[in-house]
């Protein structure tokens, strides 16, 4: 291992030495927010330059929000990160120690900017009658979500199930009936969200995508509506997505500040629109307001009240031998 | 009076130090480097890991469906060659080109393109569904996601031995009272067996570790259709680096017996 640190260390060197060009800064985020993210760079810069600074390149990365966190662990130099859970940000301090413990109260609203929460992508129609998660284990109706072991997304789609069975049924052990029901319903799990996007909207699987709000939406804005309809369950889970500052890279580079700026930018008014807009849920209360028509009302669960957070949800359902694991494990 | 005959390739010290460190750099290390880390791992805990039955599942799948998909290609891939080397007709060129696509095409293309063609609503899926048939999101799917990538491996390698087959030895066998199959049996079976089980193992090690394509038309199902590659990226997905080169060394013992029993195979054959 010390030689693949010699050889970064190397790489990092070469780099270093370059002329200090205009500022860049790398944007390290997972897979639905490419729209969200080219949009904002846009208006941040404007907002930057407006304060007298020098324009800054903004580049983005997408994928998949484990491998992005892994990425930036083995030594991606991303000066901010945009993913989709606080369990992976967790790993680059534990792993990487590239941030501090502390980091998610460094921002208002434990650092996640904007939230999202999980709907119901059916086919135009509603034929299988589907309106709430009771239907989703129903026999004969098939359910699209991808893997809860590689897709970040799809641990939230797990999750809300459970909150929604255990709220129902009161014991965790129904709740985990319900939810291996659920999963006996789902004939692929693909490994991302996107993937399972393209299952059920191009191949034609299934009668239901369980998806991102602003994933389904940006689906149904896309292909205007004529094949799909969103419907929202009667409860839900708030997804939040949160953002960090990785420290090492932005104090090796030197862009401590305008990384800060680009972060706080996303809780300013505009960034909030901008969120909104691309069918994120602001945080802000007057943007929230302006945008209520936009946003199905229905009951939130969050993963700090109600499953003790990531450090704790991540072991207990998702690692090997967690919930997850057992349910197919019984079959 | 006897000389040397030097080399064509002169420098034989500055070759084999050049041969040397290109492979350290590019084979060596990062093996090695994984059967360090997989080190760290007690001879419990890498037991453990690689005996669970989501793995052992997975390993059979793996191996089995990289198997057959080389047998096919074993097969589809010797009737090809024997055409493009034996026959001239219109658009053979143009085959020729065609038969290295699947190297060329990233194989996540192909995983979707095969997936929207395989699945139940798909161009091919439908008829096979009306006859009771499952394709995609079955081991039948990964089987063809596997022929495809690994179909140039047996036709490229055979062509070359085919083309040096001069079709006067089988004219020859011919006048000497063999059968068609006789010739095939005597003839041409012998001298093409090493090149074909290059080609064989080539697809076949090629199948093994393929990912790209496999994961849109597996459908990645727990115990079913979850390949060996897939259970590694879940390992990372969780941070589980220990886990994941478990699995890795695993995968590469497994291959390598495998892929040394068909050189002693070859070398067999080739005394014989």
Same mark, same amino acid.
């Given at each position: 291992m010390s030689i693949r640190r010699f050889a970064l260390a190397a790489l990092a060197g070469a780099l270093l030495a370059g002329p200090a060009a205009a500022q860049t800064l790398l944007n390290v985020s997972y897979d639905p927010t490419r729209e969200l993210y080219s949009e904002f760079n846009a208006a941040f810069n404007k907002h930057w330059q407006a304060q007298g600074n020098d324009a800054v390149t903004i580049q983005q990365s997408h994928g998949g929000s484990g491998k992005q966190a892994r990425a930036v662990i083995d /030594?991606?130099?991303?000066?901010?990160v945009t993913l989709a859970l606080a369990g992976d940000i967790d790993e680059l301090y534990k792993l990487g120690k590239l941030i501090p413990e502390n980091w998610q109260e460094r921002l208002p609203q434990a650092s996640t900017p904007y939230t999202s929460t999980i709907v119901f992508l059916v086919r135009k129609g509603n034929p299988k009658g589907?309106?709430?998660?009771?239907?989703? &284990?129903?026999? /004969?109706v098939e359910v699209i979500t991808p893997n809860p072991k590689t897709s970040g997304g799809a641990r939230w789609n797990f999750l809300a199930a459970w909150a929604y069975a255990q709220q129902k049924f009161g014991s965790e052990a129904k709740a985990q009936e319900f939810v291996a029901k659920l999963y006996q319903n789902v004939p692929v799990l693909d490994t991302g969200a996107r993937g399972s996007t393209i299952t059920f909207v191009?191949?034609?699987? /299934?009668? &239901?995508l369980l998806a991102w709000e602003n994933e389904a939406f940006l689906a149904l804005k896309e292909e205007g509506g004529n094949n799909f309809e969103i419907v929202a369950p009667s409860l839900s889970i708030l997804a939040e997505p949160p953002v960090a500052v990785v420290d090492k890279n932005v104090d090796k580079k030197g862009t401590r500040e305008v990384a800060e700026a680009y972060l706080d930018y996303l809780y300013s008014e505009e960034g909030q629109r901008i969120a909104a807009q691309n069918f994120y849920r602001p945080r802000n209360p007057a943007v929230a307001a302006e945008f209520a028509e936009q946003f199905p009302a229905l009951k939130l669960l969050t993963i700090d009240q109600d499953f003790g957070g990531w450090q704790a949800a991540q072991p207990k %359902? %998702?690692?090997? /031998?967690g919930v997850f694991d057992r349910i197919y494990q019984a079959q | 009076m006897s000389r040397r005959t030097s080399p064509v390739i002169p420098g034989f010290g500055l070759t084999l130090g050049y041969t040397l460190v290109y492979l350290g750099l590019l084979v060596l290390i990062p093996l090695g480097a994984l059967f360090v880390h997989a080190a760290q791992l007690s001879w419990s805990e890498f037991c453990a890991i690689i005996s669970a039955p989501r793995v052992l599942a997975a390993l059979k799948l793996s191996f089995a469906t990289a198997f057959a998909a080389a047998i096919i290609n074993g097969i589809i891939g010797t009737l090809l060659a024997w055409a493009l080397v034996r026959y001239r007709f219109p658009g053979r060129k143009l085959i020729e080109a065609m038969i290295d696509l699947p190297f060329a095409l990233p194989t996540a293309v192909a995983g979707i393109a095969l997936t929207a063609l395989y699945a139940p609503s798909g161009l091919v899926g439908q008829f096979a569904s009306d006859l009771g048939l499952k394709i995609a999101y079955t081991p039948i799917g990964i089987c063809l996601a596997l022929t495809f990538v690994t179909l140039p491996f047996v036709v490229r390698t055979l062509q070359p031995v085919l083309a040096d087959i001069p079709r006067e030895v089988e004219e020859a066998a011919a006048c000497l009272g063999a059968k068609p199959l006789q010739v095939f049996r005597h003839v041409l079976l012998p001298a093409l067996l090493p090149a074909w089980l290059t080609g064989f193992s080539l697809a076949f090690a090629r199948g093994v570790g393929e990912y790209g394509s496999v994961i849109f038309i597996a459908?990645?199902?727990?115990?079913?259709?979850?390949?060996l590659p897939l259970l590694i990226m879940v390992k990372l997905d969780q941070y589980d680096y220990s886990g994941a080169t478990a699995i890795g060394v695993l995968m590469l013992l497994v291959s390598f017996i495998l892929l040394l029993s068909i050189n002693l195979l070859q070398r067999q054959i080739g005394k014989a």
């Open positions: /030594g991606l130099r991303a000066d901010v589907i309106e709430d998660w009771d239907d989703l &284990v129903k026999p /004969g191009n191949n034609q699987i /299934g009668d &239901v %359902f %998702f690692n090997d /031998g | 459908g990645n199902m727990p115990m079913k259709t979850e390949i």
